[in-house]
Structure formats: C-alpha cells, structure tokens
C-alpha cells in the first residue's frame, strides 16, 4: 500500500498511471487522493478531460444534458487518422472493416433505433435478462463453463493455477455462449474483444495496432457469419431476436460484436482485481463469505463497486457545458471514471465497508446506454468467485507470478494473478 508520503500531493493521482498498472491498494490510496484533489475535472496528457464526482459522471454518462454526446464512445483512443496512417493496418481494415461496421449501441445517437436494439438486448424478456426464475439455470450453465475452462487450462493438482488465464477463457465462454456463437470460436474471443478493448483504451502504434485491427475484424467477420447462420434458426438465439425485432444484418453484427468485446475484459478484469484483494486480507472474511450463498452476492457486488475490471468510458463535450453541480466542462473528448464515482465519499460514506450503504453505484452506466449484460456479468463474476472459492478454499496467491508490468489502459483493468494451495 503507498502512503500519502510517496504520493506527491501536487502530482494528480492518476497523471502517469492507470488503475491496470497497480495493485488494488495503491488504487485505493490513489482514488482516496483524487477525491481530495480542488478541482472537479483535469485535463490529462492523453487529451482526454478526466471527471470523477459521482453527481458529474452519472449526468455525463446519462448524456442527455444538451451539449453532451455518446458519439465518440466507441472511437480507438489514438483515433481513427493513426489507424489509417499505419500501412500494416490497413489491409487488415479493408479486409474486415468496409464497410464500416453500423452503429448499433454505446456510440449509437438515433435514440428510437437504439431503443430497439437495446430492448432486444436487455428489455424485460431482452437476451440478456435473468429473471429470478432463470437464475438457477443460468448459473448451473456458468458453473460448467467454470469447470470447463479449468479442464482447458490443463490445470493438475498440486500445480499453481493461473487466474487471469482461466477468467478470460471463462469470461469468453459465458459471453460466446450468450450470443450463440460457436464453440469453435470460443477460444479466440479473448483475443478478438481484448482487441476492441484495447483499441479504446491504450495508446497503440505500429505492429500492435495493426494485429489490434486485424482481431477486432475478426470479431466482426465472426459474429457476421454468426448471425447469418444464427438468424434462421429454429432456437431463439441472439440473432434471432435481432431479426425478430426488425434490424437490418448490419445492426445485428455490430449489436453481436459490441456485446462480445464489451463481456470479456470486464468480467474477467473484475474477477481477477477482485481474486487479488480476497485473498490479500489476512483474515479472509469477504473470501470466506463466498461459502454462503447470500454472502457471496454480496461480495461480488462490492468487488464490482471497488475493482470493476472496467473503470470508465468516453464522452464527447460538443459545446462547453455546466454540469448540474457547477462543475464547467469545456468542448472535447471526457475520460468519465465512473470507478472513481462509486468511492466519491459525498455518494458512498464508507465504500470499503461491505455493509456500507450509498447511492447506486456507477459500474454499469446510468441512462440509456446502460449495460444490458448488467444481470449477466454480476451473476458471471458472483459464480466464478463462489466456485474458485470451493475448488481451493486455502488459496494463496503466488507473489512473484503476480508482480509482472501490466500496460498502461485507460478504460480497461485487470491484475495477473496465480494461485496456489
Ligand atoms: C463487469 C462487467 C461489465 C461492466 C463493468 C460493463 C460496463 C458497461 C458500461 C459502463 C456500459 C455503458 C456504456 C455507455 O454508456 O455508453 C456498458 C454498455 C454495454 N455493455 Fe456492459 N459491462 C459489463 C459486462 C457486459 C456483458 C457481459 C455484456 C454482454 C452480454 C455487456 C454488453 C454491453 C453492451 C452491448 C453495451 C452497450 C449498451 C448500449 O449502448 O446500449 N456488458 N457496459
């Protein structure tokens, strides 16, 4: 953990790292400094204005305000101008790209048509829904897909086992699964969502933004032949209902491409940030929780309160704006931390307390475009932590395999984390 000693009070707490980059208690310690910082906004190097206050993120995520537009949510962070001025990407993008994907969720501004695809999405009888009735059979199918990936992990009793690995193959299995993607595909999708992921939050250039646009086509050139096969089909899947509400096909692939990208690195992000601070408390009392069904509700919402594996996302200021609280925002792109919000002490007295009360917390967006796979991935991460927690109830992590350099990432945050027991 850092003191406020080693944290140089006039530096911003976040103006060289980004919560991937660190351990959950220095993050802790960063945020508790951004919420003390004077200022409700600050301009950082990537050119993106940072905003934190919980009143402030939820109004911008909300993007209803005039002035403020989702437009840009899905735009690669170096932009599209560096894609098309990097040689060994382009043939990539022609290949996959053009014409360019639609428009079809977090970045669509047609209100009526995005209200359309996302009550296909997450309306009461959306794809995504879990009714209580369906909860009990969706987390029996996770529960396997969580044994599944540990079989395919080649993990071996008396062996360490490498949680990261096994919480994107099991994140890419439960979302592969949800959008009736096929199995065959499964073991690619971490790959081609981390692509999208990343393109959004990381500065790329040369080789690796090229291999990054060469798997985010992949993911959309797959969930386009998905759909096709999908749509026809008798089982109502995801394509189906894409179609039984009227999309047109290329609605459809970009619905089934975004919720693909979006489920992955945000689970398993979640789970291995949340892994890493269960098992870094002495007395294990949140871990020990998970034994009990209520209990492990509960830890899973907490952890992804504290350490969701997605800590903010991007809005666009078309003309300045004043914010409800006052807070001025000038025209340009808005880095909104909505994980920073969920600590803001004004909205949550005492965010580390599991029995803490406050506001809704922001992990999911508010307004609109919030996340439709909101019941499915708190459900994902509550199943994994519960039967980690029973495969290994003495776990511990292993300090030297947990200590490599995680890459500098806006939006997306994870932790490499490897156990033994
Ligand atoms: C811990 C896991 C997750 C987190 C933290 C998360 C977070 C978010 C957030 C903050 C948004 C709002 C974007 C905006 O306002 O523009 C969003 C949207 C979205 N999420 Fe999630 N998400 C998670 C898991 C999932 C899963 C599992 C799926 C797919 C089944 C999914 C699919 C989507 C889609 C399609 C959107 C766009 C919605 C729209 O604009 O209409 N997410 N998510």
């Not at 994980?339 to 007295?349: G, L």
């Amino acid at each position: 953990m850092i003191g406020r000693q080693d944290v140089a009070v006039v530096e911003f707490p976040f103006e060289t790292l980004t919560c991937n980059e660190i351990s959950f208690a220095e993050r802790d310690e960063r945020y508790r400094l951004l919420h003390e910082w004077p200022e409700p906004t600050y301009r950082h190097p990537s050119g993106l204005r940072m905003i934190w206050k919980y009143a402030d993120v939820r109004e911008v995520l909300d993007a209803a305000t005039p002035g403020l537009s989702n437009a840009n949510s899905l735009d690669p962070l170096v932009g599209y101008a560096r894609i098309v001025a990097t040689p060994r990407a382009i043939p990539h993008f022609v290949r996959h790209l053009v014409p360019p994907p639609a428009k079809a969720t977090a970045n669509l501004t047609d209100d009526r048509l995005h209200k359309r695809v996302w009550n296909t999405m997450a309306g009461p009888s959306g794809h995504f829904t879990i009714s209580p009735g369906d909860r009990p059979h969706r987390a029996a199918a996770m529960v396997e897909h969580f044994h599944d990936a540990v079989r395919d992990s080649g993990y071996r009793p008396g062996t360490h086992l490498d949680v990261t690995a096994l919480s994107m193959t099991y994140a890419a299995r439960t979302c592969g699964a949800a959008v009736g993607l096929p199995e065959s595909d499964w073991p690619h999708v971490a790959a081609w969502s981390g692509a999208q992921s990343g393109l959004l939050g990381r500065v790329m250039r040369g080789r690796e933004l090229a291999d990054a646009v060469a798997a985010l086509g992949w993911l959309f050139t797959v969930s386009g032949r998905a759909v096709r096969e999908g749509r026809g089909s008798a089982a109502t899947g995801f394509a189906r209902r894409l179609r039984d509400a009227g999309l047109s096909h290329r609605i459809a692939v970009s619905a089934m491409a975004n919720s693909l990208a979006a489920g992955v690195h945000t689970v398993s992000g979640s789970i291995q940030q949340g892994v890493q601070r269960l098992l870094t408390d002495p007395d294990r009392a949140w871990w020990d929780l998970l034994a009990d069904p209520e209990g492990s509700g509960r830890v899973a919402a907490k952890i992804l309160q504290l350490d969701p594996g997605l800590v903010a996302w991007k809005r666009h200021v078309k003309t300045p704006v004043v914010l409800r609280s006052g807070t001025r925002l000038p025209a340009g792109p808005v880095l909104v931390m909505f994980a920073a919000a969920n600590r803001d002490p004004e909205a949550f007295p005492d965010c580390s307390d599991l029995q803490g009360t406050g506001k809704l917390p922001l992990t999911f967006g508010f307004g609109r475009h919030v996340c439709p796979g909101k019941s499915m991935a708190t459900l994902a991460v509550e199943v994994f932590l519960r039967q980690l927690r029973e495969l290994a109830p003495e776990a511990e992590l292993v300090p030297e395999a947990s200590r490599t350099t995680r890459r500098s990432d806006l939006l997306f945050s994870g932790a490499d984390i490897t156990i033994t027991w």
